[in-house]
């Protein structure tokens, strides 16, 4: 086939749902304009970063390009007059920053096409339509029966997959879509068994499994044709949109926001737990629920897209399921995924934020135990229930399914085996990216407790006692060295004070010291000594070093003086004469 011979071997090595975020460095003013240089940055790692420069005109054709999304974004406004003045610029700066934070953050436009155009053009300066266009031209030139109605543009969130209206020419009203798509990262299959195993999508047969009526895959991509339903997917059915629309106008902004009742609920969850349990059975990989990946035919929710694991796509919710390392299996991705879209069909919109804190009412009290066994941060932490025990709880457990189709879908156990060897690769992937996330959280939580004002209190009180602490032991030294002086010249620091007649004890270390001589009898009745006020007592034990070296810094500290007294002093050396 002319299809399977022409585009180059490889995978996309690069993940398209590995969140940019972008923070303007700097901005320089030329001669009529203003640049912004802005570091992008992919996932958590500053390795993985460059530089961008854009001037305001770039920011307006990017909103210009997101108004079909009917979101209100907050670019600044327009300025023809005194524009380039300094202020002006700093404070414009800070309003393209706080775009740039909403556009990356928002799941559905932070993955759009022109968005990553915008912050990496070199990793996305390929027209992919063109690409597609050229593969189902080279696909039709062997299979002539199909023909391109039109192309379906952007009906879909990926960047690298293409949509296409077909027909067949012996029946031009039966209506089929093609989609086509590059080999993504997580491609772990031989070309000879992803070949294979494309080939056997079409004999799947499976009550909750759509149709597919032709697939195809080479060295680079694959190429999937199933029947069109006018009535869409469990997305269009929950926003009331439009099949056909881009993705950006039909989910981004909902003009009415309403969940589904209680019985489709339960009805379409429990169809689906049972094709996720039946996929898990057959040793087949998916990971890839959402409801933009559920057909509805009547009252039956039909799962799409079996190809893009065996494609080694990324998930719709990869960056969700990425920070928690919990869910490190694809069951474990399959069950956060039904999360996801068990909040959107009783809610009528995705959560703001995951993990959810608290959930509004719901339908059912059942809803609730459910979305919280999956979605919570205990569930993140702790673990979560698997499909089997899903479809116990209360809410499914009492649905009476009414198909009585038989499924069939016969996988070779030679391709079980290869279907095995690429999940477990497919999740080493996702465990060494929750490992780096982890760690980079855990980096950031430390640098920011290190910078918070609480902690720079701390470390200046610290400080200060470290300060005094130092202080006191050179107080220390100083009087311990003092001490020591005195003592080799034969008084020591801590005796008692004594006459100058008087001998000086000896130091004992015992619990008691040899009492002081009494003074002299005085010389003569003409001149008495003075009377001492002193009673001669027992020495003391000597006292601790530690105590005395307190005592002596504290007297030097308190020492003022002004509290000194002047001192008389009658010299009585001269000879007298009588």
């Given at each position: 086939?002319?299809?399977?011979?022409?585009?180059?071997?490889?995978?996309?090595?690069?993940?398209?749902?590995?969140?940019?975020?972008?923070?303007?460095?700097?901005?320089?003013?030329?001669?009529?304009?203003?640049?912004?240089?802005?570091?992008?940055?992919?996932?958590?790692?500053?390795?993985?970063?460059?530089?961008?420069?854009?001037?305001?005109?770039?920011?307006?054709?990017?909103?210009?390009?997101?108004?079909?999304?009917?979101?209100?974004?907050?670019?600044?406004?327009?300025?023809?007059?005194?524009?380039?003045?300094?202020?002006?610029?700093?404070?414009?700066?800070?309003?393209?920053?706080?775009?740039?934070?909403?556009?990356?953050?928002?799941?559905?436009?932070?993955?759009?096409?022109?968005?990553?155009?915008?912050?990496?053009?070199?990793?996305?300066?390929?027209?992919?339509?063109?690409?597609?266009?050229?593969?189902?031209?080279?696909?039709?030139?062997?299979?002539?029966?199909?023909?391109?109605v039109e192309p379906l543009k952007d009906i879909?969130?990926?960047?690298?997959?293409?949509?296409?209206?077909?027909?067949?020419?012996?029946?031009?009203?039966?209506?089929?879509?093609?989609?086509?798509?590059?080999?993504?990262?997580?491609?772990?299959?031989?070309?000879?068994?992803?070949?294979?195993?494309?080939?056997?999508?079409?004999?799947?047969?499976?009550?909750?499994?759509?149709?597919?009526?032709?697939?195809?895959?080479?060295?680079?991509?694959?190429?999937?044709?199933?029947?069109?339903?006018?009535?869409?997917?469990?997305?269009?059915?929950?926003?009331?949109?439009?099949?056909?629309?881009?993705?950006?106008?039909k989910y981004c902004n909902p003009k009415k926001?309403?969940g589904l009742e209680l019985q489709q609920i339960?009805?379409?969850?429990?169809?689906?737990?049972?094709?996720?349990?039946?996929?898990?059975?057959?040793?087949?990989?998916?990971?890839?629920?959402?409801?933009?990946?559920?057909?509805?035919?009547?009252?039956?929710?039909?799962?799409?897209?079996?190809?893009?694991?065996?494609?080694?796509?990324?998930?719709?919710?990869?960056?969700?399921?990425?920070?928690?390392?919990?869910?490190?299996?694809?069951?474990?991705?399959?069950?956060?995924?039904?999360?996801?879209?068990?909040?959107?069909?009783?809610?009528?919109?995705?959560?703001?934020?995951?993990?959810?804190?608290?959930?509004?009412?719901?339908?059912?009290?059942?809803?609730?135990?459910?979305?919280?066994?999956?979605?919570?941060?205990?569930?993140?932490?702790?673990?979560?229930?698997?499909?089997?025990?899903?479809?116990?709880?209360?809410?499914?457990?009492?649905?009476?399914?009414?198909?009585?189709?038989?499924?069939?879908?016969?996988?070779?156990?030679?391709?079980?085996?290869?279907?095995?060897?690429?999940?477990?690769?497919?999740?080493?992937?996702?465990?060494?990216?929750?490992?780096?996330?982890?760690?980079?959280?855990?980096?950031?939580?430390?640098?920011?407790?290190?910078?918070?004002?609480?902690?720079?209190?701390?470390?200046?009180?610290?400080?200060?006692?470290?300060?005094?602490?130092?202080?006191?032991?050179?107080?220390?030294?100083?009087?311990?060295?003092?001490?020591?002086?005195?003592?080799?010249?034969?008084?020591?620091?801590?005796?008692?004070?004594?006459?100058?007649?008087?001998?000086?004890?000896?130091?004992?270390?015992?619990?008691?010291?040899?009492?002081?001589?009494?003074?002299?009898?005085?010389?003569?009745?003409?001149?008495?000594?003075?009377?001492?006020?002193?009673?001669?007592?027992?020495?003391?034990?000597?006292?601790?070093?530690?105590?005395?070296?307190?005592?002596?810094?504290?007297?030097?500290?308190?020492?003022?003086?002004?509290?000194?007294?002047?001192?008389?002093?009658?010299?009585?050396?001269?000879?007298?004469?009588?």
């Amino acid at each position: 086939m002319a299809f399977m011979e022409k585009p180059p071997a490889g995978k996309v090595l690069l993940d398209d749902t590995v969140p940019l975020t972008a923070q303007i460095e700097a901005s320089q003013s030329l001669h009529s304009h203003t640049e912004y240089i802005i570091r992008v940055q992919r996932g958590v790692s500053a390795e993985n970063s460059w530089q961008i420069v854009r001037r305001y005109s770039d920011f307006d054709l990017l909103n210009n390009s997101l108004q079909i999304s009917t979101l209100s974004l907050p670019l600044p406004p327009k300025k023809l007059i005194g524009n380039m003045e300094r202020e002006f610029i700093a404070e414009r700066q800070k309003g393209l920053q706080a775009y740039l934070d909403v556009i990356t953050t928002h799941h559905i436009l932070s993955n759009c096409e022109v968005v990553k155009k915008f912050l990496d053009p070199n990793s996305y300066s390929v027209n992919y339509t063109e690409i597609a266009l050229q593969h189902v031209s080279m696909f039709f030139r062997s299979e002539p029966k199909w023909e391109v109605v039109e192309p379906l543009k952007d009906i879909g969130w990926r960047i690298r997959k293409k949509y296409f209206l077909m027909k067949i020419k012996n029946q031009p009203k039966e209506r089929l879509v093609l989609s086509w798509a590059d080999l993504g990262p997580d491609k772990y299959l031989s070309d000879k068994d992803l070949q294979y195993a494309v080939k056997l999508l079409s004999s799947c047969s499976h009550p909750y499994i759509y149709k597919v009526t032709f697939a195809i895959a080479n060295e680079s991509s694959a190429l999937v044709i199933r029947p069109f339903s006018e009535k869409g997917t469990l997305k269009d059915l929950i926003y009331k949109a439009k099949p056909k629309e881009p993705f950006l106008k039909k989910y981004c902004n909902p003009k009415k926001i309403q969940g589904l009742e209680l019985q489709q609920i339960k009805t379409y969850g429990r169809q689906i737990l049972e094709v996720l349990k039946f996929l898990h059975e057959k040793g087949f990989p998916y990971g890839h629920l959402h409801s933009a990946n559920v057909m509805l035919d009547g009252d039956t929710c039909k799962l799409l897209d079996l190809e893009n694991s065996l494609l080694g796509l990324p998930s719709f919710y990869r960056s969700y399921f990425s920070q928690f390392r919990k869910i490190n299996t694809l069951e474990g991705v399959d069950v956060h995924c039904f999360g996801h879209l068990l909040f959107e069909m009783t809610y009528g919109r995705p959560p703001d934020t995951i993990p959810v804190e608290s959930f509004a009412p719901a339908p059912s009290v059942f809803v609730v135990s459910v979305l919280e066994s999956i979605l919570t941060c205990e569930a993140m932490k702790n673990g979560m229930p698997t499909v089997s025990r899903l479809l116990q709880m209360p809410l499914f457990s009492d649905v009476l399914l009414t198909n009585s189709e038989k499924p069939q879908f016969k996988v070779p156990t030679k391709l079980k085996e290869a279907l095995k060897i690429s999940k477990e690769c497919i999740e080493k992937r996702l465990t060494e990216e929750q490992k780096l996330f982890h760690q980079h959280r855990r980096l950031t939580r430390a640098q920011s407790h290190h910078g918070s004002e609480e902690e720079k209190k701390k470390r200046k009180i610290l400080a200060r006692k470290k300060s005094k602490r130092s202080a006191y032991e050179s107080g220390e030294e100083h009087s311990a060295k003092y001490s020591n002086s005195n003592n080799s010249a034969g008084s020591g620091a801590s005796s008692p004070l004594t006459s100058p007649s008087s001998p000086t004890p000896p130091s004992t270390s015992g619990a008691s010291s040899i009492p002081p001589a009494p003074p002299p009898p005085p010389l003569s009745p003409a001149a008495p000594p003075p009377l001492r006020t002193e009673v001669p007592m027992q020495q003391s034990p000597r006292p601790d070093v530690s105590t005395s070296r307190g005592a002596l810094l504290s007297s030097i500290q308190n020492f003022q003086k002004g509290t000194l007294k002047q001192t008389k002093t009658c010299d009585y050396s001269a000879p007298r004469i009588s």
